[in-house]
């Protein structure tokens, strides 16, 4: 449990550096326009205020970089707390939890058939099982459902991260909107 949470703090300053990353280049490119305008207007006039155009291009990236990032991180963090599941999550001990999408089961099949099924409808993602067991296809975990519900290929959010339907089973007649979750357990 503290690996998961770990993890999903890991992931979630990732994206906020990363959209820090993107605002800053951004702004930068537009300033760089600006500078290169008054470049020439510096230039034709010896220079007479390419002091205050340097500090005004400083103070000016630094307000709009402020700016931008607060706004981008709230919205970041709005986000990131709606869409991220915290409740019960799944494991051999709780054989049935409600999850983010409803019931959650788990099975352990050999998962030959339905990779190699997947796979001819396009999907060429590798096949692997998580150091908790959990059985992924690329970097979703793989499920089964109610295939007149959730057609193959389809993503869903489990308690065990982002799942994407490759099979389905007897247990979706009875709960079309359980899923079913593929493990070693």
Known sequence: ???????????TILCVVIGLMVIINANL??????IHFEGIRADKFRFAYLRSLSTSFIGNTADNVKSDASSFIKKGIEFFNDHIYRGPVLSKGRGTIQGPSGKETYYNLNMAGVVNNMRNMGYDYE???RDDGV???????M???NLN?????????TSLGMGIVCDTGGFARRNPSQIDI???W
């Open 143 to 145: 499920i089964a459902a």
């Open 29 to 34: 490119l537009i300033h760089i326009g600006d």
């Open 135 to 141: 059985k992924m296809f690329g970097k979703y975990v």
């Open 149 to 157: 519900i959730r057609p193959k290929g389809t993503l869903v959010q």
């Open 127 to 129: 096949y692997w099982v």
């Open 182 to 184: 593929a493990t070693t």
């Open 1 to 11: 449990m503290k690996k998961k949470r770990s993890k999903r703090r890991y992931n």
